[in-house]
């Protein structure tokens, strides 16, 4: 079946314009999370949905950035306002639930650049 | 930390030779598993270990956890030019539904 697919993959944007990711994650999968990592960096939490609901969004590094989630199923992660720190490879992943144990399938990814 | 620390940051070896990698953390885990990801972009599932096991196999992947000093290997025998890649630990920490990614150890493996 489908993997977790992320579009575009690629985005180029001028400072201060917004920009918004789509993630679309595997059929039957509850549970979606967003990451963000910079060149040569580990991965940042951002977000996590579990359905619809959005229950800890802690993770998110300021509030340009926003998420939701529609359907039990695509997501999509609006940047306002971007900044040139905003610049990164954004990843998006999904697993079938939040019970202990469970693994997550990461989609390719979008790679933003602010210009 | 919170988060698994890997160590080495970046290892380099030769082909057929075998790679390890270790992961410390300091909180409670559920779960701890190892992801690779190739070129900066998605990560692939390696393999998870609970918290009540020792140590997993797959294929030429062999996993240890020790509970008691808060530590996870990963060892990659008879490597492959395409293993290059950066391996992650993850960490799903007790009573947290997230899992929680380390730096990475970057890998490469020279024909």
């Known amino acids: 079946g489908a993997g977790v697919s992320q579009s575009p993959s690629n985005k180029v944007t001028e400072k201060g314009k917004d920009v918004e990711l789509r993630c679309d994650p595997i059929s039957g999968h509850t549970a979606l999370y967003w990451y963000r990592q910079s060149l040569g960096q580990g991965l940042e939490f951002l977000i996590y949905f579990q359905g619809n609901s959005a229950p800890d969004k802690s993770g998110l590094p300021s509030d340009r950035f926003s998420a939701e989630r529609t359907g039990g199923s695509v997501s999509t992660l609006t940047i306002q306002r971007t900044q040139q720190e905003d610049s990164a490879v954004y990843l998006c992943?999904?697993?079938?639930?939040?019970?202990?144990?469970?693994?997550?399938?990461f989609g390719p990814g979008t790679r933003l650049t602010v210009t | 930390s919170q988060q698994g620390e890997e160590d080495p940051q970046a290892l380099s070896i030769q082909e057929g030779e075998n790679a390890t990698m270790n992961c410390s953390y300091k909180?409670?885990?559920?779960?701890l598993q190892w992801y690779r990801q190739n070129s900066g972009r998605g990560l692939v599932h390696l393999i998870l270990?609970?918290?009540?096991?020792r140590e997993k196999h797959s294929g030429r992947l062999r996993v240890t956890l020790d509970t008691s000093k808060k530590s996870s290997s990963l060892l990659i025998t008879a490597s492959r030019a395409a293993d290059t890649a950066s391996y992650f630990c993850a960490l799903q920490k007790s009573g947290y539904s997230t899992l929680t990614f380390g730096k990475g150890t970057m890998l490469l493996v020279s024909p």
């Open positions: 270990i609970r918290s009540n096991e």
């Open positions: 909180t409670s885990i559920n779960n």
């Open positions: 992943a999904s697993s079938f639930g939040l019970a202990d144990p469970y693994e997550q399938y």
